[in-house]
């Protein structure tokens, strides 16, 4: 783990916040000179800490009004069905999260698409490209919080 010291720390806090200030308004808000900011940003790009700068969307905005949690369960669990999974969801631009879990439960997606026919839709493609032994849902009725922002 690299070591960053408050100045970093103060520079991640505010890039989260928006990683679209100007340098001088980050230089303001964390006590130092827009160079300084740079180079401190620069080094946090190289060593991995910043992995990429983002725009966040309004999903509803787009018409993206639902979001899903498919639970999938598998008896598969051999290194190229994997394989042939990670490939099938990371090809699909609705799936947000894929995440493989512990306990009764094999992987965790988190999805965000239009409508219940759209969800459909998705899921048939899922069952298409890997066989799969179980897929339930869960549908978000509301969104109590929802944040990109890591607790620095």
């Given at each position: 783990?690299?070591?960053?010291?408050?100045?970093?720390?103060?520079?991640?806090?505010?890039?989260q916040r928006d990683a679209a200030?100007?340098?001088?308004?980050?230089?303001?808000?964390?006590?130092?000179?827009?160079?300084?900011?740079?180079?401190?940003?620069?080094?946090?790009?190289?060593?991995?800490?910043?992995?990429?700068?983002?725009?966040?969307?309004?999903?509803?905005?787009?018409?993206?009004?639902?979001?899903?949690?498919?639970?999938?369960?598998?008896?598969?669990?051999?290194?190229?069905?994997?394989?042939?999974?990670?490939?099938?969801?990371?090809?699909?631009?609705?799936?947000?999260?894929?995440?493989?879990?512990?306990?009764?439960?094999?992987?965790?997606?988190?999805?965000?698409?239009?409508?219940?026919?759209?969800?459909?839709?998705?899921?048939?493609?899922?069952?298409?490209?890997?066989?799969?032994?179980?897929?339930?849902?869960?549908?978000?009725?509301?969104?109590?919080?929802?944040?990109?922002?890591?607790?620095?």
């Amino acid at each position: 783990m690299l070591k960053i010291d408050d100045i970093d720390r103060r520079i991640l806090v505010e890039l989260q916040r928006d990683a679209a200030q100007s340098l001088d308004a980050l230089g303001e808000a964390v006590n130092l000179s827009r160079n300084a900011c740079w180079r401190r940003i620069r080094a946090l790009e190289a060593s991995g800490v910043i992995k990429n700068r983002v725009t966040l969307l309004d999903p509803a905005k787009l018409g993206l009004n639902l979001t899903v949690f498919m639970l999938i369960r598998t008896n598969a669990h051999a290194p190229d069905w994997l394989s042939k999974f990670s490939k099938a969801t990371q090809a699909m631009p609705e799936i947000l999260g894929v995440y493989r879990m512990t306990g009764d439960l094999d992987y965790l997606i988190r999805a965000r698409v239009s409508d219940m026919a759209d969800y459909d839709r998705l899921y048939q493609s899922l069952i298409r490209k890997v066989p799969i032994s179980d897929v339930s849902a869960s549908f978000v009725m509301e969104e109590i919080k929802e944040t990109t922002q890591l607790p620095l």
